[in-house]
């Protein structure tokens, strides 16, 4: 059974950064791509970047582009989200989730092609 956790999240006023990392267990880690979604109340889940199973391809979302870096260290199963300049907008929970191909070569926006999912970290962002 694969088991995603979240850490990192916080209460964090604007401009401030954050580093969210995502723990993974329960099948080949390297082998699948990995994503960071947001919630934020009211909202529909948001695609915010994601990784492919080398780390050779990454791909934001327009609203986080140049603020987000995503990486990922295949040796430790782990995922990382880096976020700086934080904005209000920002407040979300923040999900990891892995894909649920094997060797995708592109990153999926589509919360729907990823078949595991963390249960959330929050982010809190005062203006």
């Known amino acids: 059974q694969v088991q995603l956790v979240e850490s990192g999240g916080g209460l964090v006023q604007a401009g401030g950064s954050l580093r969210l990392s995502c723990a993974a267990s329960?099948?080949?880690?390297?082998?699948?791509?990995m994503a960071w979604f947001r919630q934020a109340p009211g909202k529909e889940r948001e695609f915010v970047a994601g990784?492919?199973?080398?780390?050779?391809?990454?791909y934001y979302g327009d609203s986080v582009k140049g603020r987000f870096t995503i990486s990922r260290d295949n040796a430790n199963n782990m995922v990382y989200l880096q976020i700086y300049s934080l904005k209000p907008e920002d407040t979300a929970v923040y999900f990891c989730?892995?894909?649920?191909?094997?060797?995708?070569?592109?990153?999926?926006?589509?919360?729907?092609?990823?078949?595991?999912w963390g249960q959330g970290t929050q982010v809190t962002v005062s203006s």
């Open positions: 329960g099948r080949t880690f390297g082998d699948y791509a």
């Open positions: 990784i492919n199973w080398s780390g050779s391809n990454t």
């Open positions: 989730a892995q894909d649920l191909r094997m060797y995708g070569l592109t990153v999926v926006i589509d919360p729907y092609e990823y078949d595991y």
